[in-house]
């Protein structure tokens, strides 16, 4: 069987070895083909050598970057997803100015699916409601090719209306929510093939603060002082969530834990 791996969002700059070993160890678990996908809107915002810590991702295994609404936050970030130099797929209900694309059809399986990013619309950017942005893309959808779709944000009784408005659309659609930060326990296949996972998790070091060291995060965001970013020190914790799909595309088995990296 084929395995979908979703790394929970990454919230701040990556450290080589440790990024390898996160990759390889849920490559070992899924035993299998797979595929490894994460958000790494925190790594968009924070990074201050954003083009360094995007080719360290792909380099150690990942497979394909959602950066969430950072893909037009930032210049150098707009720039890395205008190059499409590496799998990326930003929002898809972002202005239709902005760089990049917001559906791609992925080849890394035996078959391709569909991936499709999107926005709550709880975050800063203005933005397309998300389900009417998804209506179009499944109105103009001619294949039966799979759907995975990422919908980022903390807006979570949206989140769980569109998992209610796309569960029984006829569609075979991966759902995986990201933003709202814990790992969900909430995930669920449907009778008809319908998977949804509510919420990802993060990787970020267990000290940290929303991708910051504690002391930083603290002078940046309550005593509003211009200091660099730097991200918290010690053991990683990684979320992630394995999906396995059967030969017709059709989930069978999941399962979503927690390393200490």
């Not at 968009?44 to 954003?50: G, M, Q, S, T, V």
């Not at 796309?166 to 909430?186: E, H």
Request: net charge negative; proline share 6%; aromatic share 12%.
């Amino acid at each position: 069987m084929s395995v979908i791996a979703f790394l929970g969002v990454f919230q701040h700059e990556v450290a080589s070895l440790q990024l390898r070993k996160l990759v390889d160890a849920v490559r070992t678990k899924a035993d299998g083909e797979c595929v490894v996908l994460c958000n790494a809107s925190g790594l968009f915002a924070n990074a201050p050598r954003l083009d360094e810590q995007i080719e360290l991702l792909f380099e150690s295994g990942i497979d394909l970057v959602f950066p969430g609404e950072q893909a037009i936050a930032r210049g150098g970030a707009r720039t890395a997803v205008a190059a499409a130099r590496w799998p990326m797929v930003r929002p898809l209900n972002l202005p239709e100015s902005s760089p990049g694309q917001g559906a791609l059809l992925f080849d890394k399986l035996s078959e391709p699916f569909w991936v499709v990013s999107l926005l709550d619309g709880s975050g800063r950017i203005p933005v397309e409601p998300a389900h009417e942005a998804l209506e179009v893309f499944f109105r103009n959808k001619k294949d039966k090719f799979p759907v995975l779709i990422n919908v980022h944000g903390s807006d979570s009784d949206y989140k769980k209306a569109l998992t209610w408005k796309y569960s029984g659309s006829g569609n075979l659609v991966c759902w995986f929510g990201s933003g709202a930060g814990s790992l969900s326990a909430a995930c669920e296949i449907a009778a008809d093939g319908f998977f949804s996972q509510p919420e990802v998790g993060v990787v970020a070091f267990e000290k940290s603060i929303g991708g910051f060291a504690p002391d930083i995060w603290w002078q940046r965001k309550i005593d509003r002082l211009p200091v660099s970013t730097q991200p918290g020190w010690g053991a990683w914790r990684c979320d992630y969530t394995l999906l396995w799909l059967d030969s017709n595309r059709k989930p069978q088995k999941f399962i979503y834990e927690t390393l200490n990296v």
